[in-house]
T-cell receptor, first 113, second 114 residues
Framework: EPEVTQTPSHQVTQMGQEVILRCVPI?????FYWYRQILGQKVEFLVS????????KSEIFDDQFSVERPDGSNFTLKIRSTKLEDSAMYFC???????????FGQGTRLTVV | KQEVTQIPAALSVPEGENLVLNCSFT??????LQWFRQDPGKGLTSLLL?????REQTSGRLNASLDKSSGRSTLYIAASQPGDSATYLC?????????????FGTGTRLQVTL
């Protein structure tokens, strides 16, 4: 069964460092998303991406964040200068055109120290 | 702004019981509703997607219902098993397009005991 894959599963970084979280969405999907979940809190939307551009972003997605689809398969989230409050589980998701069912990856746990 | 609430926040039942999880939403102009399962420290597994035109959707021991007019959805789990222990989340897209962001509920943490 097709699935969304994310790497790494866990990343520890020092405050102020740049991190790149990687995702491979389901191959025939066209809509891509990043969400995050701070420990004990709700899953929150960060950004959606379609046709090589951001279609929507939340107030959380400030200038420190960027997304890119560098090739035909990868979808990345970059955080330029990490802060302690960026520590969270980051989820990638994708949806297709025929159905709006969202499929999520297993997440990357980002720990900023 | 869509607000999604799930009650109860936590539930513990003995194995074999049937149970109902509740999801309430404030804006009834929805496109669909999706139920997910999340194991501790893990990702989100899609369980059921119920379209706004449907009233029910079934998958195995799971049955989701949707009542748009009252802003409610329920997830019914029949004959619960210890392996069903997880957090269950409901989520709704804003708007009607496939590119819509999901708004998640707070989740119900289910424990099924032997």
């Amino acid at each position: 069964e097709p699935e969304v894959t994310q790497t790494p599963s866990h990343q520890v970084t020092q405050m102020g460092q740049e991190v790149i979280l990687r995702c491979v969405p389901i191959s025939n999907h066209l809509y891509f998303y990043w969400y995050r979940q701070i420990l004990g809190q709700k899953v929150e939307f960060l950004v959606s991406f379609y046709n090589n551009e951001i279609s929507e972003k939340s107030e959380i997605f400030d200038d420190q964040f960027s997304v890119e689809r560098p090739d035909g398969s990868n979808f990345t989230l970059k955080i330029r200068s990490t802060k302690l409050e960026d520590s969270a589980m980051y989820f990638c998701a994708s949806t297709g055109t025929g159905s709006s069912e969202a499929f999520f990856g297993q997440g990357t746990r980002l720990t900023v120290v | 702004k869509q607000e999604v609430t799930q009650i109860p926040a936590a539930l513990s039942v003995p194995e074999g019981e049937n149970l109902v999880l509740n999801c309430s939403f404030t804006d009834s102009a929805i496109y669909n509703l999706q139920w997910f399962r999340q194991d501790p420290g893990k990702g989100l597994t899609s369980l059921l997607l119920i379209q706004s035109s449907q009233r029910e959707q079934t998958s195995g021991r799971l049955n989701a219902s949707l009542d748009k007019s009252s802003g409610r959805s329920t997830l019914y789990i029949a004959a619960s098993q210890p392996g069903d222990s997880a957090t269950y989340l409901c989520a709704l897209p804003r708007g009607t397009g496939t590119a819509s962001k999901l708004t998640f509920g707070t989740g119900t943490r289910l424990q099924v005991t032997l």
